[in-house]
């Protein structure tokens, strides 16, 4: 679960993931350029009431056991709950987002998400509304194979944002 990869955080070299969300600057003085990377968690995708989509629901009855409570990592108290929570989490974000969007100063702004491109709830107006606050590109994942939209491929509804599927799942 998410607690695990963000307590890891502190266990590993390699590994950063501090928290839910969060953002890290980056200069790049040599190429005279700097960027700000920024993580969502977009797990608001895959979190339906619990008895639907069983095999595609983080809040699901089918995988999670009778009694499921994940408030010790700040997570949902139940499955209940925990819809709810995920959307709640992913508006929190959104309203972050477009502050530090506004507040950059960078050279380039970069998203970095686990769902792919177009697919923020809103059938890509989210990511539409923040090319026209500064973000330059978005890196995503979810699906295992390798994808390219730019600002003119007819599938790319996002306002002109340049989109990368890292085919990693």
């Not at 003085?29 to 995708?45: E, G, K, R, V």
């Not at 139940?78 to 987002?97: G, H, I």
């Amino acid at each position: 679960g998410w607690d695990q990869q963000i307590a890891y955080t502190w266990a590993s070299d390699r590994w950063v993931m501090p928290a839910p969300y969060w953002m890290v600057h980056v200069d790049y003085p040599m190429q005279l350029f700097s960027a700000d990377f920024y993580f969502l968690d977009s797990n608001f995708n895959d979190a339906k009431n619990p008895p639907e989509d069983s095999e595609h629901n983080i809040c699901g009855e089918a995988h999670n056991p009778p009694g499921a409570d994940c408030t010790v990592a700040d997570g949902p108290s139940s499955v209940a709950t925990c819809k709810s929570y995920f959307d709640a989490l992913w508006a929190e974000q959104r309203r972050w987002l477009v502050k530090k969007l506004a507040d950059s100063t960078t050279t380039w702004q970069i998203l970095v998400t686990h769902f792919p491109c177009g697919e923020d709830g809103e059938h890509g107006a989210f990511y539409r509304h923040l090319r026209h606050q500064g973000l330059d590109l978005l890196v995503t994942g979810h699906r295992h194979d390798q994808e390219l939209w730019t600002s003119t491929s007819p599938k790319n509804f996002m306002g002109g944002l340049t989109c990368i599927v890292t085919g990693g799942g």
